[in-house]
Each structure stands twice: as structure tokens, then as C-alpha cells.
Nanobody, 123 residues
Framework: QVQLVESGGGLVQPGGSLRLSCAAS????????MGWYRQAPGKQRELVAL???????KYADSVKGRFTISRDSAKNTVYLQMTSLKREDTALYYC?????????????????WGQGTQVTVSS
């Protein structure tokens, strides 16, 4: 069993910053990709960013240059530093973990999800 615990969401003004964290525990694949997805009301869940076990990062075009994903593999923790936030970044953000090949290369969401953390960008 794998557990993912997210933290760091909240309310921020446009142009502001937030940092999300996700700590994974349990039977995590040894070569794992960790990532963040988000879902806004009325929209499908979409990939925001992910990072492979070797450190390669991938981003959605909408967040490139504004968001940075990083990981501490020793702690099985992934971070998402979000800057220059826009109203359209408002969503429920989910942490996701899968294996490097399926999740990191083929971009299939992994089997393990966090409970979600709300990010609201509003003045």
C-alpha cells in the first residue's frame, strides 16, 4: 500500500507564489516518477508536472517558466514551487506516483493518488 500526503495549498493573490509538498510512504516503486495533476471545476484532470527518478522534469505548457518540480528521493517527497500564479491555476492539485516508464515516459497516471490540496488564486 502507498500513501501520499499533500500539503501547502491555500488562497493566494494573482502573481503570488505557493509551494506544494507530497510525502509518499509504503511500497513505492524503486524507479518511480512523482508528479502533480490538477482538476478545476467542470474540467478534466490534467498533468501539471512530473519528475522521474533520475531527475528529469516535464511540464504542461501552461506552467512552463512559472512552476518548478523537485524531489527529495531520500524522503520520498516531491515539491511543486508555483510562482506568478494566475486565476486559471485555481484547481484541486493531486500528487501522483507511478513507475518511471509508464508514468514518466508514457505519461500514464500512476496508480497512487493523494487526497488533493486546493489552490485558489483570487484577489
Amino acid at each position: 500500500q502507498v500513501q501520499l500526503v499533500e500539503s501547502g495549498g491555500g488562497l493566494v493573490q494573482p502573481g503570488g507564489s505557493l509551494r506544494l509538498s507530497c510525502a509518499a510512504s509504503g511500497s513505492i516503486p524503486s524507479r518511480n516518477a512523482m508528479g502533480w495533476y490538477r482538476q478545476a471545476p467542470g474540467k478534466q484532470r490534467e498533468l501539471v508536472a512530473l519528475i522521474l527518478s533520475v531527475g528529469t522534469a516535464k511540464y504542461a505548457d501552461s506552467v512552463k517558466g512559472r512552476f518548478t518540480i523537485s524531489r527529495d528521493s531520500a524522503k520520498n517527497t516531491v515539491y511543486l514551487q508555483m510562482t506568478s500564479l494566475k486565476r486559471e491555476d485555481t484547481a484541486l492539485y493531486y500528487c501522483n506516483v507511478g513507475d518511471d516508464w509508464n508514468t514518466g515516459i508514457l505519461l500514464r497516471p500512476g496508480a497512487y493518488w493523494g487526497q488533493g490540496t486546493q489552490v485558489t488564486v483570487s484577489s
